[in-house]
């Protein structure tokens, strides 16, 4: 009997082709927008844990407690803390940096640049055994060496407007380095745009006696990184007091922002769904004019024994029908889109970005817009099954 | 003529009730989203601006950086010093300046540990920005004295929000172990982040965070508004010399506003659009039910033609009847738009951390109804083109 009734809906939706087209586009314009807007989603929350694979999920963060900003500006830890996190049991290898924001020139060019200290001894740790970062060309630090810089890929290409050689000079508030190697690029565009120099010169010029901004950890068990984060950060508790540092695994500092992301996402495919409602009103509207105009055929269904049952079912397909409908081109013309919005972004933005569709979203589409039909269509339905048969007979 | 087509509409709208109820329902919900949504954005940006009026037209914030100050790069950067200071005391035009050193900084009260905004400033320079210039006012208490130390004034959400327990004027609380006595706070500056500021001296400042003489941000003072351009200009190109092209940014309060409101005006312009969509899918409604409307009145049409009503005529009763479909739903789209607004001002602001009113603005409400009338004519130029093309005898011979 279900199959009959699919018969007589596409039947009825066939006679009227205007109506039901327009209807149908309502879900459809609905159903773009919110794929479209998702598939942006689904694209950034990519690129971060792209970023999270490029930084190793093996990696631990130790910073000053609180938002992003507190992370960059916070420089209560000491290079003593660094030793104690190398000595907590699980850590491979532990390096710390200290970051400032301060006058660099390049030729005639000057800006406030980004600037990272790093122990000279540290180098080995960092490019050999971590591998945090990878030299792209020229070397690393050596010990003992002083007035030396390495740059971030970006800091070499993109920050100034002629591109910066290994051999160059480049000054940091006007002391010269001599710039000894270029790193490859880390999908961390802060850290590409940075130069690196040595700890103390940069602890000289800035005032800062030992502190850091940053302690980075390895550890051997990627499982355990968890565990070995929460150890450390109680190690600080202990020294410093509850609440002043923390230490995170570069899972969940990439979840952290993958959930910020995912409520934007939300809200706007929130605000994208309004949309569909509008639709699903336009459906039941549809379904109103469906029933008005067919009470006679109605009347004659009952008559010959259809139940209350039977005609709702019609109406409830035909109305299902349309979200579904709408649903599935709305999911093609979202791909479309989000295809289109990828081939711009590449022109637009200098970071690699990727609209994506994913499967969950074009199933969550299929059965959203399926039952926003239905929902549209109970009111109609009900109406039509509530008919008496004399009294739709006469009309 | 125009009038007797009103009738008719109103007479077929009256008619056909259901179906132009669930027309203009569509309307409505779109206006209406795109009304409280533009209220929200509006009150964020009138929030915002009333703020930097209040720091007063005479003010420029010097900072390091190309930025604008809006990158990470402005607020993390500790460029300047105090020759600085005195260099921008030079310029002539420039009333007062005082610097100031930002840092996150955990501070402990009693054995609660949370990372604040702490400002270093110089008693001087304190005493320009609370008592002359007004960037913030004090509520209870006083400012820092010249010569004290260890002492600290505290922002407005300081005193209840942050901490569990409230904070009193002659607490103690501890900036990274130092120990500072709270003797005074100020009033709400109505942005979360300024409120949750601590003062304390910047000597005191420089102890805690080693470094010398290095400061964050530039408070400048003009004493003739008129030419506050050309003295932030001034400043700029003197630290310039000293620090090289590019890495000063001089701003006067009112590029300050003019940069935050342009940004708001973008996000409410992205968010507006999106709940626009919404209203295209009412005017697809709009233009459904006209369809419908023509062919119910076919045989109407035809007789209308046949006693001489022109194309023209036809078509107006149909514009006209669309354009009303939009236009009531646009104004009951504002007023239930309005209403979402006053429920916003009641439930979220007062849990929000930003103070904000969502405002209706009157230039909100004109586009609001003009766009839906503008959308009801659209959708209906179609049908209604169909209706008048209608040949008279066919039309009478339909059934």
């Not at chain 1, 800062?208 to 302690?215: F, G, Q, S």
């Not at chain 2, 008129?226 to 200009?233: K, M, P, Q, S, V």
């Not at chain 2, 236009?327 to 607004?341: E, P, T, V």
């Amino acid at each position: 009997l279900i199959r009959e009734s699919l018969e007589l809906s596409i039947d009825s939706l066939k006679h009227r082709k205007i109506s039901s087209t327009l209807t149908i586009l309502g879900i459809v314009i609905g159903i773009t927008a919110i794929i479209s807007l998702l598939s942006i989603g689904e694209g950034l929350q990519y690129a971060v844990t792209e970023q999270l694979e490029a930084v190793g999920s093996d990696k631990i963060i130790v910073s000053s407690a609180g938002d992003f900003f507190s992370s960059f500006m916070g420089e209560g830890l000491k290079d003593d803390d660094i030793d104690m996190v190398q000595d907590v049991n699980g850590v491979d290898v532990a390096f710390g940096i200290l970051f400032k924001t301060i006058p660099v020139r390049y030729r005639k060019e000057n800006m406030i640049g980004q600037v990272i200290g790093m122990r000279i001894r540290d180098a080995e740790k960092i490019f050999v055994d971590m591998n945090v970062w990878e030299v792209d060309s020229g070397r690393y630090f050596k010990s003992g060496e002083k007035g030396v810089a390495m740059l971030g890929k970006k800091a070499a290409e993109d920050v100034f407007e002629r591109e910066i050689s290994i051999g160059d000079t480049v000054y940091v508030k006007e002391e010269n380095f001599k710039v000894i190697g270029i790193l490859k690029s880390t999908a961390n565009n802060q850290r590409d745009k940075s130069i690196f120099i040595p700890m103390e010169q940069l602890r000289d010029m800035t005032d800062t006696k030992d502190a850091i901004t940053m302690i980075f950890a390895k550890v051997s068990d990627v499982s355990k990184a968890e565990d070995i984060a929460e150890e450390i950060e109680e190690e600080l508790n202990d020294q410093y007091g509850e609440g002043y540092y923390q230490a995170s695994t570069s899972q969940q500092i990439a979840e952290g922002v993958g959930s910020i992301i995912a409520i934007l996402s939300f809200v706007l495919g929130g605000i994208a769904s309004i949309a569909l409602v509008v639709a699903g009103v336009g459906i039941s509207n549809t379904m109103f004019t469906s029933v008005m105009e067919r009470t006679k055929e109605i009347g004659v269904m009952k008559a010959i024994g259809a139940t209350n049952y039977n005609v709702m079912e019609i109406f409830l397909i035909e109305s299902g029908i349309l979200g579904f409908f709408g649903g599935l081109i709305g999911t093609i013309l979202g791909f479309i889109i989000s295809q289109i919005i990828t081939a711009l972004a590449g022109t637009i933005i200098p970071v690699p970005f990727k609209a994506i569709v994913s499967i969950e979203m074009v199933i969550f589409s299929l059965l959203f817009s399926f039952f926003v039909g239905i929902i549209s269509g109970i009111w109609p339905a009900r109406r039509a099954a509530k008919l008496q048969p004399v009294d739709a007979l006469r009309r | 003529m125009i009038i007797e087509s009103l009738e008719i509409s109103i007479d077929t709208l009256k008619h056909r009730k259901t179906s132009s109820l669930l027309t203009i329902l569509g309307i409505v919900i779109g206006i209406s989203a795109i009304i409280s949504l533009l209220s929200i954005g509006v009150g964020l940006e009138q929030s915002i601006s009333e703020q930097l009026e209040g720091m007063g037209s005479d003010k420029i914030m010097v900072m390091p950086g190309s930025g604008g100050g809006l990158d990470i790069s402005a607020m993390t950067a500790e460029s300047l010093t105090d020759d600085d200071v005195e260099t921008i005391e030079g310029v002539s035009g420039v009333k007062m300046a005082a610097g100031l050193l930002f840092k996150t900084l955990p501070v402990k009260f009693k054995d609660e540990v949370v990372s604040v905004y702490v400002s270093g400033g110089t008693a001087d320079a304190y005493n320009k920005m609370f008592l002359d210039m007004k960037v913030f006012e004090i509520n209870e208490g006083r400012t820092i004295r010249n010569g004290e130390r260890g002492v600290a004034a505290i922002g407005y959400l300081i005193v209840d929000s942050v901490f569990e327990n409230k904070v009193n004027i002659g607490d103690s609380i501890y900036i990274k172990n130092k120990k500072f006595k709270v003797i005074g706070n100020l009033k709400s500056i109505g942005n979360s982040q300024d409120d949750q500021n601590i003062y304390i001296h910047l000597d005191d400042m420089r102890e805690i965070v080693g470094g010398k003489e290095s400061l964050t941000m530039i408070y400048v003072q003009v004493s003739n508004t008129n030419n506050i351009d050309n003295i932030a200009e001034k400043i700029k190109d003197k630290l310039e010399d000293k620090y090289g092209e590019n890495t000063i940014t001089a701003l006067t309060s009112e590029q300050m506003a003019e940069m935050t409101s342009s940004i708001f005006s973008i996000l409410t312009f992205v968010v507006g659009g999106i709940a626009s969509i919404s209203l295209v899918v009412a005017g697809v409604g709009i233009a459904n039910t006209m369809f419908i409307s023509v062919m119910e009145r076919t045989k109407e049409i035809g007789v209308m033609k046949a006693i001489g009503a022109t194309n023209y005529n036809v078509m107006e009763i149909f514009l006209i009847e669309s354009a009303m479909l939009g236009f009531l739903g646009g104004s009951i789209g504002c007023a239930i738009g309005y209403i979402l607004s006053i429920i916003i001002n009641v439930v979220a602001v007062g849990s929000l951390p930003i103070t904000f009113e969502a405002t209706v603005t009157p230039e909100m409400i004109i586009l609001g109804l003009a766009f839906s009338v503008v959308v009801g004519i659209v959708s209906g130029i179609w049908p209604a083109r169909r209706a008048a093309k209608l040949q008279p005898v066919e039309a009478l011979r339909y059934e």
